[in-house]
Structures are given as C-alpha cells and as structure tokens.
C-alpha cells in the first residue's frame, strides 16, 4: 500500500482513535563509575575476595548483548539527492563524535551500494546506508551475502524499517544509535529471488507504483502519493487469486494482497497490530471490496493494524504462503515492481544482523477482538 493510503488514514484514524502511533526507542548512555584505589596495611590479612558473579542467563545474554565501543563503519549516502547533501556531514560528524571510525561513500544505484558492500566487506563492521525503504531494500542482497551489521540512517520520505526497528528518526540520535545499540538478527521476507523488509503485495499497490512517477514524487512529496492512490483505488477491479498456506487452499476475490514481514509499510500502515521483524512468521491480509468506496472505513484499520475486525477483510499468518493469480501479476517489494505471480513468499528467520537502539522495548498493545471466519 502507499504512503497515500497512509495519509488519508491519518485522519480518520484520529478521529476513530485507532491511530497506533509507533513508538520510538530509547538511547541510554554507558556511564563508568570512579575507579577507587585502597591502601592496605601489609600487616593485616587481605580482605575476602568479592563474591562471583551470577552467571548471564542466555536469555539475558540475548536480550541485551554488550554494545562495540568501537565500530567500524561503512557509510554510504546518495550525496546527489537533497537529503544526502544535507546529511553526509553530519552524519560522519555524529558517527565519529560517538567513537566509530567512519569510511564514506557515494553511492547512486543499487549496483553501486552492493558492489561498494562486496569491496568493504573484511575491512568494516557495520554498513550505514542513509536513504529510505526503497535504498534499504537495494542493499539487502550484498548485505545478506556478506553477513554484515546494517546501521540505518532515516533519509526516506516513510522510513517503515526505521519505525519496525523503533530507531530514533533524526540524524544525532540515529547516529549514536549505530555507535552504541546492541546488533540483533532480525527476519527478512522473500519472495521468488527477491527479499524484502517490510511488505510485498500485488494489486492495488503496484497500480499506485505505476502511477507514480520520479519527477512527481520530487516535485510533490507525499501529494504525488496522494494523487496517485486516487487515481488507483478509482479504476482498480477485483481479480482472482488462490491463497495456499498452512495446508490450506482458499480462493479469493480481492483488489489487494499484502504479505508482511515487519510491522509498518506505506508511510505508517501497520500489517498486523502485533507483527514484529523478529518473529519468524510472516502476515497476511486480502482487501475483499467490490468498489472503491468501501475502502474508506477501513482506512483507520489499516493504520492500526486491525483490519482483521472487517467483513471484507481476510488475514492469516504462516512461515510460507504461495499465491497463484489467474492471469499473471505484478509484485511490489518495498515500494518497487520486482518479480510477478506465481507468488512463492517465506520468511527467513533471523537472517540479518542490525543495530537497534539500546533500551528496552515495549510490547503491542492489547489485542483487538477477531472475527472468525
């Protein structure tokens, strides 16, 4: 779904209440105590060496792993893009300033930024990419081969993995979180010979895609999403589709399929209320709506990530699902038109290592009432 959707939902998620604004991580500073030196009387017995340690549990051993004090860093910015040329000094300052040793380039394509992770990849740490969702998701496939730490700086106009990873979204914070947070493995999605982060879904999102053109987004920002998504959701059709999961097969009538691996995508949507990147499942939901108007009161839903309530809505979770479409498909992954139906999607568990931010992080909310179908 588009970040359009995103921004119609906005306001009638406020005015329904069922806006689930995401939340934000907390960065706590390390603080070293004084260093304290006795001087003890060579005629007195030595004092009682201190009690051991209790032993690190292995579920606090993986909750809270120990941040690198020192990181080596790749960082790699578009700096022909507004944003980036705004952003490359002061992310290399912030990164420095928080004790990474920061190598910098330029980057302007997903070719580049993976033959720049290939080229790097004994000699750094972790690769921070500045740039949005779309940047992130050209990267994923040398960061996977390589095995890397990937650090995010949110440059995009959504940043939906920035949000998932509750990172902070300015630049200092950002830049202190990649220094100091902890590096946790999280999921990833694929679909036929493509990954993912957020979502991938065929329909009523890739009309939008197609709609959508570079100049428009430049010139316009989030208007051009909205325009659009107007435009799609006003000649979109049903059509279609054979949904195979958990040793299930169902047919559907549907203008949009949407299958999930984080929690937000489209500027702020949420898959599911309760999805997470590091839960090894992936999250299903098919818009089943004959015109176009129907989608209205399900928009704040959608926003929440509880659209599983509606009528027209069918969802389910599975570790694989596989569509078939009677005529074939377009997909979108990550806001890009990538592969096509037949539709094989799996979630690839703990698949990536990434730096989050330290502190810990609150659960979903309590979850809403489900209808059964």
Known sequence: M??????????????????????????RDNVLGDRRFVLMDLNQSPPPPPPSPAPLTETAATDTPPAI?????????????????????????GLERHGCEVTFRSTRSPEDLSHTIRQYADRVDVVVIGGGDGTLNGALPALLETGLTLGILPLGTANDLARTLELPLDLDGACRAIATGPIQPIDIGQVNDRYFFNVASLGLSVKITRYLSGAQ??????????????????????????IEANGEIVQV????????????????LAIAWDATIDDRRLDLYSLEISHWWQMLPLLPALRSGRQSRAATVRTLEAEEIIVHTRRTRSVNTDGEITTETPAHFRVLPAALPVVRPSGERPGPAAPPPREIR
Not at 74 to 93: K, M, V, W, Y
Not at 253 to 268: K, L, M, S
Request: glycine share 16%; charged share 20%.
């Open 2 to 27: 588009a970040l359009a959707i995103g921004a119609i939902g906005a306001d009638l998620g406020r005015i329904h209440g069922a806006i689930a604004a995401p939340g934000q991580g907390k960065i």
């Open 69 to 93: 004090a020192h990181r080596r860093v790749l960082l790699l910015i578009n700096r022909h893009s507004r944003r980036g040329r705004e952003a490359t000094g002061q992310a290399i300052e």
């Open 217 to 242: 987004k430049k010139r316009w920002g989030v208007l051009a999403y909205l325009w659009s998504a107007i435009q799609a959701l006003t000649h979109s059709r049903p059509f279609h589709a054979q």
């Open 253 to 268: 009538r549907t203008v949009q399929i949407a299958v999930g691996n984080g929690r937000y995508y489209g500027g702020g």
